[in-house]
T-cell receptor, first 117, second 112 residues
């Protein structure tokens, strides 16, 4: 079975603090992709990053960084020097193969991040 | 700018009504998806489609049906709305394979 677990339901930090959002996944596929999405109060999910299972290099994009560790089945997301605009719900997702052979996305339950001024 | 557009942001319907949620994408994507989002449950897949007139059941298809007569449009149908279908509904589209999905702004449906 394929599954994504985001154990942190809600996190509150003060502006300028660093914060890490955890994501643990389960899959039997040898090839798979992992994603992070941001859902601001407006409701629309915004794509942040995609990482395939063969690329364990960490990635940095501005204040955002991602740590992919296959050994622990984790794909954690760190925001450095958080800002109020980072307040949102963040979803981790796994691209899995449906029984029909097509692809579908499996989402975690999300982590609500509140950044306080 | 790529876009997935859902026909309504907010809807209020009565129990037993037939409800149509419409989604249109302008990216020529083959794949389209309908999810519902509930607090503590994340996004759960209702149905998806990988081609015109093709559909696949997701994890929670009961009480729903879909229609995809044109590539750009994917409709979610609640045959007889019930209060437990009160939720946020999100439409998404993607290219084939393990590519990222693009989401609409969501429809918050309340069934009374």
């Amino acid at each position: 079975a394929q599954k994504v677990t985001q154990a942190q339901t809600e996190i509150s930090v003060v502006e300028k603090e660093d914060v890490t959002l955890d994501c643990v996944y389960e899959t039997r596929d040898t090839t798979y992709y992992l994603f992070w999405y941001k859902q601001p109060p407006s409701g629309e999910l915004v794509f942040l990053i995609r990482r395939n299972s063969f690329d364990e290099q960490n990635e940095i994009s501005g204040r955002y960084s991602w740590n992919f560790q296959k050994s622990t089945s984790s794909f954690n997301f760190t925001i450095t020097a958080s800002q109020v605009v980072d307040s949102a719900v963040y979803f981790c997702a796994l691209s899995g193969v449906h029984t029909s052979g097509t692809y579908k996305y499996i989402f975690g339950t999300g982590t609500r991040l509140k950044v306080l001024a | 700018d790529v876009k997935v557009t859902q026909s309504s942001r907010y809807l209020v319907k009565r129990t037993g009504e037939k409800v149509f949620l419409e989604c249109v994408q302008d990216m020529d994507h083959e794949n389209m998806f309908w999810y519902r989002q509930d607090p503590g449950l994340g996004l759960r897949l209702i149905y998806f489609s990988y081609d015109v007139k093709m559909k696949e059941k997701g994890d929670i298809p009961e009480g729903y049906s879909v229609s995809r007569e044109k590539k750009e449009r994917f409709s979610l149908i609640l045959e007889s709305a019930s209060t437990n279908q009160t939720s946020m509904y999100l439409c998404a589209s993607s290219r084939p394979g393990n590519t990222e999905a693009f989401f609409g702004q969501g429809t918050r449906l309340t069934v009374v």
